[in-house]
């Protein structure tokens, strides 16, 4: 089975079937790539009414287009609409930025929006972005650090493959309440732990990845979350994960500017805080040394331990993000 995906995986070739994968996408976007043979695409997944926190992400850490001199592309993806309203707004909001892209994937609600939504996701990158060397995939509601991960993808040997790197997560079992829209029942997957995957928050793969759990979705029929999901079809794939503690996973990191210089990724963040902490970060600027990082993440560890239960309860953490 391995074999067979990741030979599949090498023959796509998607370059003459632009017109009719097309079709599976509300608003396409093709050329957001045309003749770029980029370092970085980072897909932010987002749902159509969370313009506003979108709006933030564009003008903080996603307002990149270089990182060391090579070439970045960022962009949002977004499934279905609820309403006809809600879909002109968001063509209107495709046509201002040029940074949309939208799948025809089931509601963000539903039980299968999520997994649609990423293999779709995946399909417009092999298709309509081939020569990205890295994707990185996040969420709105996620800070990211672009220029770290960079600067961590550009120390790996020139065309790395295999590449799925996170914050992995280990022996979770599976969901059996069959009540529970991630119901994995023991007759699709019997056994005792999920594979080990990546955190969906934010993690990277190198291109041949995307392919390759592209190909090995066609076998996984799993109602699982996202990242599960992706987890799934990487061991149908032959690839796995790799650890790193610099992306945060779903915990919210509070905020020291030596500690977020070094961190890969901050979940749960609001529009408001986004704002702050990018405008503190422009406004502080330089390198942090060694001992200020090592003391900036034991700060930021102590007090996002400390402080877990009061941010669960701000008004911020009610914000409408994805």
Same mark, same amino acid.
């Given at each position: 089975? !391995?074999?067979? !995906? @990741?030979?599949?995986?090498?023959?796509? &070739?998607?370059?003459?079937?632009? &017109?009719?994968?097309?079709? /599976?996408?509300?608003? +396409?976007?093709?050329?957001?790539? @045309?003749?770029? &043979?980029?370092?970085?695409?980072?897909? =932010?997944?987002?749902?159509?009414?969370? !313009? +506003?926190?979108? *709006?933030?992400?564009?003008?903080?850490?996603?307002?990149?287009?270089?990182?060391?001199?090579?070439?970045? @592309?960022?962009?949002?993806?977004?499934?279905?609409?609820? +309403?006809?309203?809600?879909?002109? &707004?968001?063509?209107?909001? /495709?046509?201002?930025?040029? *940074?949309? !892209?939208?799948?025809?994937?089931?509601? *963000?609600?539903? =039980?299968h929006g999520p997994t649609e939504r990423t293999t779709l996701a995946f399909l417009w990158v092999i298709t309509f972005c081939p020569l990205a060397r890295f994707v990185l995939l996040t969420k709105d509601s996620t800070f990211v650090n672009l220029p770290a991960i960079g600067g961590y993808l550009l120390g790996l040997h020139r065309h790395p493959e295999d590449l799925y790197l996170g914050r992995v997560i280990q022996r979770e079992s599976p969901d059996r309440d069959p009540n529970s829209p991630g119901y994995l029942p023991p007759a699709v997957y019997p056994e005792k732990y999920l594979p080990e995957y990546c955190d969906g928050t934010a993690y990277v793969l190198s291109q041949d990845v995307v392919r390759k759990v592209f190909v090995a979705s066609a076998a996984v029929r799993a109602s699982a979350p996202a990242d599960v999901y992706v987890g799934l079809c990487a061991q149908k794939a032959g690839v796995a994960p790799t650890h790193s503690a610099r992306f945060s996973g779903e915990k919210h990191i509070r905020y020291n500017a030596c500690c977020y210089r070094y961190m890969f990724s901050s979940a749960r963040m609001g529009r408001y805080e986004l704002e702050r902490v990018w405008a503190d970060l422009q406004l502080k600027g330089g390198r942090c040394s060694l001992f200020q990082t090592y003391y900036g993440l034991v700060t930021c560890k102590a007090l996002t331990y400390l402080d877990k239960l009061s941010f669960m309860n701000s008004p911020e953490q009610n914000e409408p993000y994805g």
């Open positions: 089975m !391995v074999v067979s !995906v @990741r030979e599949k995986a090498r023959k796509l &070739d998607l370059s003459n079937s632009r &017109d009719n994968v097309s079709k /599976s996408y509300l608003i +396409t976007n093709p050329d957001a790539c @045309r003749n770029s &043979d980029l370092f970085l695409l980072t897909l =932010i997944f987002s749902s159509p009414a969370n !313009v +506003t926190q979108r *709006d933030a992400v564009r003008k903080t850490w996603a307002n990149q287009v270089l990182i060391q001199g090579f070439p970045v @592309r960022i962009l949002f993806f977004l499934g279905s609409t609820q +309403t006809s309203a809600a879909q002109e &707004d968001l063509v209107k909001e /495709s046509e201002l930025y040029g *940074d949309v !892209v939208q799948g025809h994937a089931a509601a *963000d609600s539903s =039980i």
